[in-house]
């Protein structure tokens, strides 16, 4: 008896909930392109590049920070990520060693990660 009687109290909330989970869905739908980019690339980033780079692009033991005058814009170009994933790099701006190859990461998944690393660039003051 009290059983339903609670199940019939909570039915609103659930409709509730249910209409915010939808709500919610239907918003991230429109969230504009660049940022579904973004946030798709730092998956990728943290599943490929966080190891070394570091999770917070500052670098780790094994590689350098991206969020490093080094790497702003003019000096490194989207084309030196592109071909630093698809060839691995020679070390030659620090003492990390080379970096391999990652051809599991397609090139639009290298775009993605781009638009990632700029935007925490650009939020760091590098551009
Ligand atoms: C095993 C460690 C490691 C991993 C994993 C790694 N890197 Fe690197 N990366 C390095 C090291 C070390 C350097 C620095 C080489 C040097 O001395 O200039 C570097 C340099 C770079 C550079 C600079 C290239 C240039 O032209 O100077 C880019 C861009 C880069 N990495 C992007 C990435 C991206 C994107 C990923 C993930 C898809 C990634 N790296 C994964 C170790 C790594």
Redesign the pocket.
């Known amino acids: 008896m009290s059983n339903t009687r609670n199940a019939r109290r909570w039915q609103p909330w659930a409709m509730a909930m249910g209409v915010i989970a939808i709500l919610a869905l239907i918003g991230s739908q429109l969230l504009p392109n660049d940022d579904s980019a973004q946030q798709q690339g730092k998956l990728t980033?943290n599943d490929?590049?966080a190891?070394?780079?570091g999770a917070d692009l500052q670098g780790t033991r094994?590689?350098?920070p991206f969020l490093h005058q080094v790497?702003e814009p003019s000096h490194?170009g989207d084309e030196?990520?592109y071909?630093?994933?698809a060839n691995g790099?020679q070390?030659?701006?620090?003492r990390?060693?080379?970096?391999?190859a990652?051809p599991n990461?397609s090139r639009e998944q290298?775009s993605d990660?781009i638009a990632y690393i700029r935007e925490q660039q650009r939020a760091a003051g590098i551009k």
């Open positions: 980033y490929n590049c190891s070394c780079h094994q590689g350098p790497y490194h030196a990520f071909r630093a994933i790099v070390a030659h701006h620090w990390f060693g080379d970096m391999p990652v990461v290298a990660i």
